[in-house]
């Protein structure tokens, strides 16, 4: 192995040797990753020093879990690997939250740890062996240290490639402080060329069976989810989703790649009826877990065709059977599809997709409700009062439990992709997801040109509780995004649910929470709403700034509890699988 060499890294001007840190740096430039997000350890002062030098963007962290789930943001909005800096020891079990937020939503991360190792660093009896990383190997693709110096940007490399390959998902690469700081001869480090992995395309038959199916079928529709949103997917589906009238149904990540416009794009929760009522259901890049059902009866037809497409075999026949199961990238398929079923002479079925008439009585009732002008607020008057301002490229970001179905009811996205919690539902997740994706918006506006997209986040007061210190990251990295708090001083789904079963909420009330001043003592705006009509200039004044902006928007509790008697307004319903005994309640209870 070449030798190591400790010092303070290359004389100016020097370019035959190089630090660790540079060669960090320079692997991910490689990738066309400019931004990294870091919450600042003594293990990473050379690694920072390189990247500050190469250009790159530094968001700076308040915690582990938001450093992560940042990077995470950054990568569900640029499509490219996240990077997240931070330390061994406290600071891996402190991000475990957020890698497995990555892990469970398919999200390119890489975590790079700095660890100290020294001539005492490794204790002879410490209670983790840090070579192994044990913490992580549940909730991540690949974790491996970096053995030498002279391979630092192989493994980087090979850490980048595992991540956003084949399923998308969190990688850990651990590396020493000793190393960062380190030089080496530029000529005697390992340099792999990087190699473009192609995705799977769909084998032929497949294809065909698939388009037979749908040439029969009366009411078709397609079911998105994370992976047709990673393979960039939303062209081909517009494309031929317009052609044919086929709703597009999306969920998470698989919002907005055709607009919600409720003829042919819809929100998933808004749009249930719909999945009853079809005979044939294309499902692409979605997992067939709890949310969307298990694909089962009675959330689904049980005569109905399923054909699903997936990058990973492994998801095909998940719960239920499949009759047309598809290993291949979503984007490919689609696109092979449509030049299959124009072959066959495939016409639309009408002048307005199926799904028009199915959700005609429950968008009209839903229009109705959540309209009076005095206090407090309706959460529905929130998802209104956004739409009006949100620009048609606006990216959202959506948290909590009880706001997030006054989210679905009222919000119709344009342009994906949409960030929440989905799928592990951890609280408070959304609010680093919203720092990472307001700097991926800068990044590709400088890009591309033109003006970074506006990132507004809504979110109930439990949820922003978790991670509100990171509207100071946002400030910090100069960002600009917009936080709607609900804030209904309670848990409310709990305490509205405590409310029928007991007539009392025990333990789920909150003290009552200023959130705009947090965002002041931060240096960001801060703006308190208690009447429905002052929400709106609110608005129109964080929209127009250029400092990160919080609306604390005081809401009805009794709206939590009119959600729950009503049927026609329950977006987050129950949905029955595997057996006609399994309920599962998602934003409730079990």
């Not at 290359?10 to 660790?20: H, K």
Request: charged share 20%; aromatic share 6%.
């Amino acid at each position: 192995m070449p030798s190591i060499v400790l010092d303070s890294g290359p004389a100016a001007g020097d370019n035959s040797r190089v630090t660790g840190g540079q060669l960090v740096a320079r692997a991910l430039k490689a990738h066309g990753i400019e931004t990294v997000f870091s919450l600042a350890g003594t293990t990473h002062a050379h690694i920072l020093k390189a990247l500050d030098d190469d250009g790159f963007a530094i968001v700076p962290g308040r915690s582990e879990n938001g450093t992560v789930g940042a990077a995470d943001g950054y990568a569900r909005v640029t499509g490219k690997c996240g990077v997240a800096l931070i330390i061994a020891d406290q600071g891996v079990p402190n991000a475990m939250a957020a890698i497995a937020t990555a892990w469970h939503a398919c999200s390119p991360v890489l975590i790079i740890v700095g660890w100290y190792q020294g001539p005492t660093g490794i204790e002879t009896e410490a209670d983790v062996d840090h070579d192994k990383i044990p913490f992580v190997e549940t909730v991540c693709k690949w974790s491996r240290t970096v053995p030498h110096i002279s391979r630092v940007g192989e493994f980087v490399n090979a850490a980048i490639k595992r991540a956003t390959t084949g399923r998308p998902g969190p990688t850990v690469l651990q590396v020493t402080s000793e190393m960062m700081a380190a030089t080496v001869e530029a000529a005697k480090v390992i340099d792999i060329p990087l190699t473009a992995v192609p995705r799977p395309a769909p084998a032929v038959n497949q294809v065909a069976a698939a388009a037979d199916v749908l040439m029969k079928a009366q009411r078709p529709l397609f079911l998105t989810g994370g992976g047709a949103h990673w393979s960039g997917a939303g062209p081909a589906i517009r494309a031929l989703a317009g052609r044919l009238n086929i709703p597009v149904v999306g969920n998470a990540l698989g919002r907005g790649l055709v607009p919600e416009d409720n003829r042919l794009g819809y929100c998933l929760h808004l749009a249930s009826p719909i999945l009853a009522e079809a005979d044939a259901i294309v499902v692409l890049g979605a997992r067939l877990k709890g949310r969307l059902g298990f694909g089962m009866a009675p959330q689904y037809r049980k005569e109905a065709s399923f054909i699903q497409v997936d990058i990973e075999p492994s998801e095909l026949g998940r719960n239920r059977h499949i009759d047309v199961p598809v290993v291949s990238d979503a984007r490919l398929f689609v696109e092979a599809l449509d030049v299959a079923l124009a072959s066959r002479g495939a016409q639309p079925r009408s002048v307005e997709p199926w799904a028009v008439a199915v959700l005609k009585e429950r968008l009209a009732y839903l229009e109705s409700k959540g309209r009076a002008t005095t206090a407090p607020v309706h959460p529905y008057w929130i998802g209104r009062e956004v739409m009006a301002r949100l620009p048609a490229d606006g990216l959202l970001i959506m948290d909590g439990a009880q706001i997030l179905s006054s989210i679905y009811a009222t919000v119709r996205v344009q342009a994906g992709p949409v960030l929440d919690h989905y799928a592990l539902g951890s609280m408070g997740s959304c609010t680093p997801l919203m720092v990472g994706a307001a700097a991926a918006a800068r990044e590709l506006a400088r890009t591309h040109g033109g003006k970074p997209r506006r990132v507004v986040m809504i979110t109930g007061d439990g949820a922003f509780g978790y991670f509100s210190n990171e509207i100071g990251s946002a400030k910090a990295a100069g960002l600009n995004p917009i936080v709607i708090v609900a804030n209904d001083a309670a848990w409310g789904v709990e305490w509205a649910g405590h409310l029928e079963k007991f007539g009392k909420a025990i333990n789920t009330e909150l003290n009552p929470t200023r959130f705009d001043m947090i965002a002041a003592a931060h240096g960001c705006l801060g703006f308190r709403v208690e009447s429905p009509t002052d929400l709106g200039p609110a608005l129109d004044r964080a929209f127009t700034a250029d400092l990160p902006a919080v609306i604390d928007v005081m809401i009805d509790r009794n709206a939590t509890l009119e959600y729950r008697k009503d049927p026609k307004m329950q977006m987050l319903g129950r949905f029955r699988g595997l057996t006609e005994s399994r309920t599962i309640m998602y934003g409730g209870e079990t």
